[in-house]
């Protein structure tokens, strides 16, 4: 990789570095008292899904280890979040699904993170985002494969 190219790759990383952080920062400071960002994640996850997952697909679909998303399961149903009930069909596994109140403190995250959304979305204007989806969507794909 030439020098101009490294560059070029290295001011890209630190601005979507930055703006991750930024966003993760401001939307975590409108979530319900108690609960996080990667909460919020599990619960919007489960809340769009009609059958439960386990824990290993959960942890696939959000690239953490077991363990990590052992942790935040474990979190979220102490919270009362969700359920997690042995599998039926092998012992060794188990399901989780959302709970009610799950969904309720799902739906009201939504609704303190939408004003946010809204503010961004507004000041840099649809056809920007629509404009980078497909780059951001090229590079997520590129890195789920490396």
């Known amino acids: 990789m030439s020098e101009d190219a490294n560059a070029l790759a290295v001011m890209l990383?630190?601005?979507i570095l930055t703006a991750d952080q930024l966003l993760r920062n401001k939307?975590?400071?409108v979530l319900p008292k108690g609960?996080?960002?990667s909460h919020f994640s599990v619960l919007n996850h489960l809340a769009?899904?009609?059958s439960e997952r386990t824990p290993a697909q959960l942890a696939k679909s959000f690239h953490l280890t077991r363990g990590a998303m052992t942790n935040t399961l474990g979190k979220l149903e102490r919270a009362g979040y969700i359920h997690i009930r042995p599998d039926w069909?092998?012992?060794r596994r188990k399901q989780v699904a959302i709970s009610p109140s799950g969904r309720a403190a799902r739906d009201a995250?939504?609704?303190e993170m939408g004003p946010v959304i809204s503010e961004i979305v507004d000041a840099l204007g649809s056809e920007k985002l629509r404009a980078a989806l497909p780059f951001l969507r090229d590079l997520r794909l590129m890195l789920e494969k490396a």
Do not use: I
């Open 13 to 15: 990383f630190s601005e």
């Open 35 to 37: 609960m996080e960002l």
């Open 109 to 111: 995250a939504l609704l």
């Open 89 to 91: 069909d092998d012992a």
């Open 27 to 29: 939307l975590g400071r």
């Open 48 to 50: 769009g899904k009609s």
